[in-house]
């Protein structure tokens, strides 16, 4: 009896592994992106590459992630809260309005993160 609930839980929990990790949506994807530093200078603009997934937060909050890969192979990670909050490496931001098919945060700090969006 013992070895067919131990080999319940170990399938169950194997099941419940594999619809969790299916039930996850990333998308692997080059876009636009520019970055103003603090003083609103245009230091990059060109092709990035990101890695877009989205996520559940607290209750039933939801939030985008955006991995962005510079050229040089900096990465920036950025999370976009449903409420417009952020947080770009661990540095609190605000999502701005962009145009259409962009996303744009700004960091308290004052740089500007501007990319394709990953759900275009």
């Not at 996520?55 to 976009?80: A, C, H, L």
């Not at 809260?81 to 145009?99: E, G, H, W, Y």
Request: charged share 20%; hydrophobic share 35%.
């Amino acid at each position: 009896m013992k070895t067919i609930l131990s080999t319940a839980l170990l399938l169950s929990t194997a099941m419940m592994s594999f619809s969790i990790a299916s039930a996850s949506t990333t998308l692997e994807y080059d876009a636009e992106c520019k970055y103003y530093n603090t003083n609103k200078v245009l230091k990059y603009s060109g092709k990035c590459h990101f890695n877009w997934g989205v996520g559940m937060g607290v209750g039933d909050s939801t939030y985008q992630r955006y991995i962005m890969t510079y050229p040089n192979g900096n990465e920036v990670w950025i999370f976009i809260n449903d409420d417009d909050s952020a947080t770009v490496n661990d540095i609190p931001a605000m999502s701005l309005k962009a145009k259409r098919g962009f996303e744009k945060v700004i960091t308290n700090q004052g740089e500007v993160f501007e990319f394709t969006k990953g759900s275009e």
